[in-house]
Nanobody
């Protein structure tokens, strides 16, 4: 059984930074691509970023390019999302998830395991 646990969310002022972490259980973490998604109240879950199993390729949605950085440490079974220059519109619950697709797809339907989410709130 795979478990994903996010941490690092919180309240930050616009222009500030947060670093989200996702800790994964299981011995096959390095076999899979990982992604970050977010969901704001009343909106659909949307793709934020993804990284291939080796960390060699990363993918971002346009609205976070240049501000967010996804990375992973396969020795520690963790994937992180460094978020800089945060905006109020970044406010959402952020989820990490695992996918078998390579390159990692952007549809939530392509991901089979999800964490419980961590709240990020950016004040103006």
């Amino acid at each position: 059984q795979v478990q994903l646990v996010e941490s690092g969310g919180g309240l930050v002022q616009a222009g500030g930074s947060l670093k989200l972490s996702c800790a994964a259980s299981g011995r096959t973490f390095s076999d899979y691509s990982m992604g970050w998604f977010r969901q704001a109240p009343g909106k659909e879950r949307e793709f934020v970023a993804a990284i291939t199993w080796s960390g060699g390729s990363t993918y971002y949605t346009d609205f976070v390019k240049g501000r967010f950085t996804i990375s992973r440490d396969n020795a520690k079974n963790t994937v992180t999302l460094q978020m800089n220059s945060l905006k109020p519109e970044d406010t959402a619950v952020y989820y990490c998830a695992r996918t078998r697709t390579v390159p990692p797809l952007r549809s939530p339907n392509a991901y089979d395991y999800w964490g419980q989410g961590t709240q990020v709130t950016v004040s103006s």
